[in-house]
């Protein structure tokens, strides 16, 4: 397991939220570029029939075409954030409130998702390996989330 408890404890999936978020807002300033140069293609289009106007026209459409493959990726990206971010903070969540009410109650967690019962009463032994289990679940399962969204936002960058 790459992933600790600790980890997951210091880790902040909001701000990964937070940041789709912000790209967001920078995906609606290219869309609006994007629009104002659509329009202002369409202005010169009208405007100037000769070669010159046809090659620049060209240009431009080619420049557009590429600032529209642009927005796609990064609307991949903000997708691959927002979703990747709020499943790491639920299971982020999840995780830290059963290790605060474990060790309120006297158990030790271990940084690799062991739980430990207290010594007294000896019967909480016998819920070791459930509470164990679900811990190393939710490691497991964060730094599955955490990987899936690092491969959605290189997929959507390299392509």
């Keep these: 397991m790459s992933v600790t408890v600790s980890t997951i404890e210091a880790s902040d999936p909001q701000s990964v939220t937070a940041a789709a978020g912000q790209l967001g807002g920078h995906i609606a300033e ?11 293609l369409a202005r010169v289009d009208a405007a100037w029939q000769a070669t010159g106007g046809e090659a620049a026209a060209e240009t431009a459409e080619l420049d557009i075409a590429a600032q529209v493959e642009l927005r796609t990726r990064l609307e991949s990206v903000r997708a691959a954030l927002t979703t990747g971010g709020a499943h790491l903070d639920a299971i982020r969540v999840g995780l830290m409130e059963l290790v605060t009410a474990l060790r309120a109650m ?5 940084d690799d998702g062991f739980a430990v019962a207290p010594f007294f009463p000896p019967v909480l032994k016998h819920f070791e390996p459930g509470f164990t289990a679900v811990i190393q679940r939710l490691v497991e399962l ?16 390299d392509s």
């Design 30 to 40: 290219l869309e609006a570029a994007v629009a104002e140069q659509q329009a202002a």
């Design 106 to 110: 006297g158990w030790t967690v271990t």
């Design 142 to 157: 964060f730094d599955e989330v955490d990987g899936t969204t690092a491969d959605a936002v290189s997929a959507a960058v």
